[in-house]
């Protein structure tokens, strides 16, 4: 089987860890005959400079195509420049789902162990999208739309994921005390899906109460949906209790389209440095592979990598460790070596 896949390897270390990743991946479909045809393209700045583009057309129509991306950061100019080509891909392909699983992984000291958190974020609406106009100099407008549509259909989503997956639990966090109208329909929203999933313990906490109850005691969530620019802000937030945004995974979904890419941006601080942690983007990559079906690929690679955080001896330095990026993908893609001469389950 070969699967055509759009790559984005982003801007900062979007293309250390690309790389990296890739060479993991591709070494893991040794062992299932899985082969990978990878349909690069530059979003941003560099492809503005390149083809006069943020977004491509090549690039929208290699998604229309394969349906499926792995994707890098991209960068977004702060306080004026162009619009996030992440918004913008993600309103392109109506991508109205993001997925965030916070776990831990096995042998790195957190601030909290066993952690099990899904984050599920709307992504196509609420004040993420930047609608901002000045009024009259020195007042500026920035719009925050939240529709009956787009609440309700995240909110099916994630009972839906809950249901199939066997969460018990799931709150809907708002500032509805002060946002009464725009967070008030994402909750009723949520509240009139909850009835139909009567297994399905359903909460409400305001979000700056939200963020004092993670810190203090995580473990007392089960799934967390939010709508856009909260969902944003809590993702960073619980991916410090499991090491920080090296590690933690992300996928944007619609009906018929896929974009997996980590929680993290370009890091420009480390950037070409070959010391970012590939995990986040890796992570992604096996939530992709599941997606396609491959989950005996999947398992794998969770496996491989595991491994190498058990083992503790080629971690990056944002973990505690010393390895760069590329030793890091050399001993994961090591131990998939060693397991892919075993049978598959
Ligand atoms: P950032 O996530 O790039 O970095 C925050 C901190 O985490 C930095 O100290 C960085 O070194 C560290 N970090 C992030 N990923 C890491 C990794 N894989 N390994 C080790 N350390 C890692 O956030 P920041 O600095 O706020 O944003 C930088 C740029 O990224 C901005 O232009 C922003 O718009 C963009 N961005 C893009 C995203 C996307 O394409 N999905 C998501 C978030 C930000």
Known sequence: MTHTITLIPGDGIGHEVCRAVLRMVESAGTATGTGFVWEEFQAGAEAHQRFGKYIPDELVESIERTRVALKGPVATPIGGGFSSINVALRKRFELFANFRPIHNLP??????????????????????SGIEHEVVPGVVESLKIITEKASTRIARFAFEYARRHGRHKIHAI????????????????????????????????????????LVMNPYQYDMLLLENLYGDIISDLCAAFVGGLGL??????????????????????????????????????ILMLRHLQEGAMADRLHAALESVYRAKQHLTRDVGGQ???????????????????QPLC
């Open 107 to 128: 042998g790195l000291p957190t601030r909290y162990p066993d952690v099990d958190l899904i984050i599920v974020r709307e992504n196509t609406e609420g004040q993420y």
């Open 323 to 341: 390895a760069s990026t590329s030793e890091f993908a050399d001993a994961v893609i090591a131990e998939l070596e060693l397991t892919n001469t």
């Open 174 to 213: 708002h500032k509805a005390n002060i946002m009464k109208m725009s967070d008030g329909l994402f909750l009723r929203c949520a509240r009139n899906v909850s009835r139909e999933y009567p297994e399905i313990v359903y909460g409400e906490h305001i979000v700056d109460n939200t963020c004092m109850q």
């Open 248 to 285: 933690v995974p992300g996928a944007n979904l619609g009906h018929d389209s896929a974009i997996f890419e980590a929680v993290h941006g370009s890091a420009p601080d480390i950037a070409g440095k070959n010391i970012a942690n590939p995990t986040a983007l890796l992570q992604s990559a």
